[in-house]
């Protein structure tokens, strides 16, 4: 079917609101991930779903990022009292497993002003 | 454990071959290369497996030499479309994430 999607596509917001980003990832893909990607910088792994196992949240910057993922579908990443160094692109990714080839979405530009 | 990309970035003409590099300090499981042209996302090349092993896509190769712990990939007779970031992202064993590189600004000019 499509591709993955991602929602919103640009997100400005004001430095200490609360932001929600969501991911649909490809349909039976198992695997899900997030990366960050800064201005001219490469990508930067946040967090990493498979399945029902345990989420593997070893990328996340703080305590104020947390994600979410129901299943096998749809992912929230939620950034909590935002600071002006979190804007970026938010990339989600999907692969039928984890070591298969990800496929990416289009991004969340995050602009905290 | 963000493994190395060389050079940087490189400028080619239409029809010339560049070679990119990425380098890690860790055992690794596997190589992934990904192009990323610019406003879009990523997208995938191909994924290197074994030691040794060579991979292609179009005139895009790659090998990945496991007792370096690196991967070359090789634009061969570029073209306009090869333009863009390329950047590698390694996985170690056991550990289903990757690391992604710097990348590597690549142009192609007429």
């Known amino acids: 079917g499509a591709g993955v999607s991602q929602s919103p596509s640009n997100k400005v917001t004001e430095k200490g609101k609360d932001v929600e980003l969501r991911c649909d990832p490809i349909?039976?893909?198992?695997?899900l991930y997030w990366y960050r990607q800064r201005l001219g910088q490469g990508l930067e792994f946040l967090i990493y779903?498979?399945?029902?196992?345990?989420?593997?949240k070893s990328g996340l910057p703080s305590d104020r990022f947390s994600a979410e993922r129901t299943g096998e579908s749809v992912s929230t990443l939620t950034i909590q009292r935002t600071q002006q160094e979190d804007s970026a692109v938010y990339l989600c990714?999907?692969?039928?497993?984890?070591?298969?080839?990800?496929?990416f979405g289009p991004g969340t530009r995050l602009t905290v002003l | 454990q963000q493994p190395v990309q060389s050079p940087q970035a490189v400028i080619l003409r239409e029809g010339e071959d560049a070679v990119i590099n990425c380098s890690s300090s860790?055992?690794?499981?596997?190589v992934h290369w990904y192009r990323q042209k610019h406003g879009e996302a990523p997208v995938f090349l191909m994924i290197?497996?074994?030691?040794?092993e060579q991979k292609g896509h179009d005139k895009i190769s790659a090998s990945f030499n496991e007792k370096k712990q690196q991967s070359s990939l090789y634009l061969t007779a570029s073209q306009l479309s090869y333009s863009g970031t390329y950047f590698c992202?390694?996985?170690?064993?056991?550990?289903?994430?990757?690391?992604f590189g710097a990348g590597t600004t690549v142009t192609v000019r007429a």
């Open positions: 990714a999907s692969s039928l497993i984890g070591y298969n080839e990800q496929f």
């Open positions: 349909s039976g893909h198992t695997a």
């Open positions: 779903f498979q399945g029902n196992s345990a989420p593997d």
């Open positions: 860790k055992a690794l499981y596997s």
């Open positions: 290197l497996l074994k030691g040794g």
């Open positions: 992202g390694t996985e170690y064993y056991g550990d289903y994430k990757l690391s």
